[in-house]
T-cell receptor
């Protein structure tokens, strides 16, 4: 009955490298969200998946960011050619449908050197 | 989504009730009031939500004014583990609204012994 899980918990990378962050939503949750939280800042929406519908990508800050959700469950957020300003905690949330309470994972702390 | 206004910080003595206010004067009829909290280095944790009526669960109570322009989150017996940033969020369901939570700066609650 685990909650939302994310991996890795911490990731340190060099500027210019690509990174992949993983999110495992709560079993049975059809909606999945990615947010990020920069140091000392509030949460910023990135992308939203709902079932088989086209994802809402309106929050992705640049075309270096992409996400996919395979089989309606696990999601991967990919950041290409990382920049120092990408350093943040990346949070994943899920719920049973778009209008239900969102439950968050512990986040992945990304540090770009 | 309607904006919310919260005090930047509050202190509370351990064992006493913590009352966290939130103003949402532009809230519309189909928008819910949600409360989340974020303990240091963790993902946001859902606390409670409501539409018009007061709500209570095992964590807290939510008091919403009759005109719905403000609300108060009550932690009845605050403990040191309740020290966190508390976010009041106004949320409207529906794919057309993106179903994304918009987090403000929140209130830093410090529970002191």
């Amino acid at each position: 009955g685990a909650g939302v899980s994310q991996s890795p918990s911490n990731k340190v990378t060099e500027k210019g490298k690509d990174v992949e962050l993983r999110c495992d939503p709560i079993s049975g949750h059809t909606a999945l969200y990615w947010y990020r939280q920069s140091l000392g800042q509030g949460l910023e929406f990135l992308i939203y998946f709902q079932g088989n519908s086209a994802p809402d990508k309106s929050g992705l800050p640049s075309d270096r960011f992409s996400a996919e959700r395979t089989g309606g469950s696990v999601s991967t957020l990919t950041i290409q050619r990382t920049q120092q300003e990408d350093s943040a905690v990346y949070l994943c949330a899920s719920n049973t449908r778009g209008g239900d309470t969102q439950y968050f994972g512990p986040g992945t702390r990304l540090t770009v050197l | 989504d309607a904006k919310t206004t919260q005090p930047p910080s509050m202190d509370c003595a351990e064992g006493r009730a913590a009352n966290l206010p939130c103003n949402h004067s532009t809230i519309s009829g189909n928008e819910y009031v949600y409360w989340y909290r974020q303990i240091h280095s963790q993902g946001p944790q859902y606390i409670i939500h409501g539409l018009k009526n007061n709500e209570t669960n095992e964590m807290a109570s939510l008091i919403i004014t009759e005109d719905r322009k403000s609300s108060t989150l009550i932690l009845p017996h605050a403990t040191l583990r309740d020290t966190a940033v508390y976010y009041c969020i106004v949320f409207r369901w529906g794919m057309e609204y993106g179903n994304k939570l918009v987090f403000g700066a929140g209130t830093i609650l410090r529970v002191k012994s």
